[in-house]
């Protein structure tokens, strides 16, 4: 049988037209950005063209973004740009989070704790919602920025940025959101969304691995993470990365055409009721039935561990969020933080569509989950 790849939220290939754009800056575009001369101006083009391209996907100025080494710096710049910036004004800088981002925010967060930042992480709702009441009742004097990632990693459960945003505007807190996994899967519009902070990683959308963008909207003051040379218009030091940001450019101009196509969601759809006809209770839907990206399905299978299936498929490409530690194997933080028990918990796998997905391939990850699970159930 020939190998699937249903693994899209933890990275994408090239799409055709991205590597098409980037390669000439593999040979002749070598020029620095920053030269005045016949190499260094087709490069600022280049960049400044990307730029464009990833702002008419987001519908923001292309001043308002700077690129970055991916959606980890993204969000590190997020986080400590407005550390660093409100650290003076406020006595303890607190900032709100959630119970399930993405160790990218969760990192950083603990690391501005120990500089004697306060951090609250606010609980979610068994689908991975959070509830804004719950981030209005948090928000106190102190507080400085709210960052709720805009979908899940793993679950795929979309959250409602609109109302936190509206929330923290009028409380005067700054609004970051994780957009890592929505950008190029979903609509984006910083301006709808009313965010201050949006992070985009240029792998979750058919560019290059190590390039990425932060949103920061005009007149938001954030320290640079990276102190150098005036790049980026002061925001980041170091010379930009053309061949992977013309990269990224491509891939927004690209995902335009795709945000609206519901074809993924169908997929996606048609992937759970035919699991849920195959093996009826005995499979769990995780994550949110409506809010949820268009391309994620997670699902449990009752009493059985979710690592241990996709070991006995290795032809397929999906994955797990529980983690073996010293030789027990734990169910994934998200799913715990939702309160999914462990015996439907640990049989969680996730499996994420992108645009070469098709339903040939859909049904074929079914058999194999079939002869799987009768493998298992023998075993037993
Ligand atoms: C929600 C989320 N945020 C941030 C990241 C990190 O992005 P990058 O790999 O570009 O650093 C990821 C990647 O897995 C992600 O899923």
Known sequence: MSRIYLDYNATTPLAPKVIAALEPFLRDGFGNPSSLHWAGIPARDAVEQARCQVAALLR??????????GGTE???????????SQSLRKDRPH?????????????????????GAEVTHIRVDGCGR????????????????VSVMHANNEVGTIQPIETLARIAREHEVLMHTDAAQTVGKILVDVESLG????????????????????YVREGVELEPLLHGAAHEAGRRGGTENV??????????????????????????????????????ERVVLNGHPEHRLPNTLNVSFRGLVGSEILARM??????????????????SPVLKAMGVSEAVGLGAVRFSLGRESTIAEVECVIEHLSNCLDQVQASK
């Open 60 to 69: 923001c100025d292309a001043t308002e973004l700077v690129f970055t080494s």
């Open 74 to 84: 993204a969000n590190n710049y997020a986080l400590k740009g407005a550390f660093f």
């Open 314 to 331: 290795p032809e397929v490409a999906a994955s797990t969020g529980s983690a073996c530690h010293a030789g027990s194997i734990e169910m």
């Open 95 to 115: 900032f709100i989070i959630t119970q399930i981002e993405h160790p990218a925010v969760t990192e950083p967060c603990r690391f501005l704790e120990c500089l």
């Open 130 to 145: 959070v509830d804004p009441d719950d981030v209005r009742r948090a928000i106190r004097p102190g507080t400085v920025l």
């Open 195 to 214: 965010v201050d902070l949006l992070t985009i990683a240029g792998h979750k959308l058919y560019a290059p691995k190590g390039v990425g963008a932060l």
């Open 243 to 280: 061949l992977e940001i013309v990269g990224l450019g491509a891939a927004c101009d690209l995902a335009k055409q795709w945000v609206d196509d519901p074809g993924l969601a169908r997929l996606r759809d048609h992937f759970w009721q035919s699991l849920k006809k195959r093996f009826g």
